[in-house]
């Protein structure tokens, strides 16, 4: 058990950069950390740290020990803040980001029933179709359709859902597919190209170069709802907008897209943050 202290006092006196202000940090004296330091440098036969008066500096050895320590410690702060939870209230603020869409039908009601289920809850809902930068608007948790490139984001797969191409029903009925105009989202860019599989028909590729394009999930929608073209819905949205839309292909699929929840924290995530990635998840796996 002493091993283990003095590991993690070494990890937090490499994050504080002295020893004095790791004795700040553990509320212990100077003395107290100093003397753990040089135990832990005696039982393992190695000097972890160069100290002058002025500066500290990690030997090779320090190094690669130290790395080990900082998961010993990230192991323990993430268990204490998983037990603290089972007691704990999420509370405070949360800002949340999602494409409109999603928004809309999936997100905004969870968050509804959170509030009235933790009464301390204080959630910011920002939609946008646009992947706003996290640091720049201050947010907590996104809700995406597909991966992060960023390494400096955490990511969870939550669920899928799958697009479906639709028109206004008597647009559809009345002309040939490639006769239809295309409304795109600005994530597809104007040169659309879809393939389509079926379980009993033959799989189908479809290109066309979009007549409008733009960049808010209702306009498109609009759009296509005012017979100006055929465009993707989301099948969770489909029973909103049902029977003026119908799919324009009912026996073929495109492939499903898979929905992420991200968050920028590097440690434990705040309650609040992962009371609502749970319960979105929830959700979706019952979509399914």
């Not at 209230?89 to 905004?108: C, D, K, S």
């Not at 946008?128 to 955490?154: C, M, T």
């Not at 073209?229 to 073929?252: A, M, Q, R, T």
Request: aromatic share 6%; glycine share 4%; charged share 20%.
């Amino acid at each position: 058990m002493n091993r283990l202290r003095q590991m993690s006092i070494f990890a937090h006196i490499v994050e504080a950069g002295s020893i004095s202000a790791a004795a700040d940090t553990l509320e212990l004296s100077k003395s107290v950390v100093s003397q753990h330091l040089k135990a832990l440098e005696t039982e393992l036969g190695l000097t972890l740290l160069k100290r002058t008066t002025r500066r500290q500096a990690l030997t090779e050895a320090g190094r690669s020990f130290y790395s080990r320590c900082k998961d010993l410690n990230c192991i323990i702060d993430s268990a204490w803040a998983e037990a603290q939870e089972l007691v704990a209230e999420p509370t405070g603020r949360v800002r949340i980001t999602a494409p409109n869409a999603l928004m809309e039908t999936l997100i905004t009601p969870i968050i509804g029933d959170l509030m009235q289920q933790y009464p301390r809850l204080e959630p910011e809902l920002i939609s946008s179709d646009q992947h706003i930068d996290f640091y720049e608007h201050d947010i907590d948790l996104a809700i995406r359709v597909g991966p992060s490139k960023s390494s400096n984001l955490k990511q969870r797969r939550l669920g899928q859902f799958r697009d479906v191409l639709c028109g206004e029903a008597s647009l559809v009925s009345s002309t040939a597919l490639d006769d239809l105009n295309y409304i795109s989202n600005h994530w597809q860019g104007r040169q659309i190209h879809h393939v389509f599989t079926s379980k009993k028909e033959a799989n189908q590729e479809y290109r066309k170069e979009a007549r409008c394009m733009t960049n808010s999930f209702h306009s498109s929608l609009s759009l296509v709802t005012q017979g100006a073209g055929i465009g993707l819905v989301p099948d969770f949205y489909l029973p909103l907008v049902s029977p003026k839309l119908v799919p324009v292909l009912p026996n073929h699929h495109l492939p499903p897209n898979s929905i992420y929840a991200l968050n920028p924290f590097s440690q434990s995530v705040p309650m609040s943050v992962n009371v609502c990635i749970k319960a979105i998840e929830e959700q979706l796996v019952m979509l399914v």
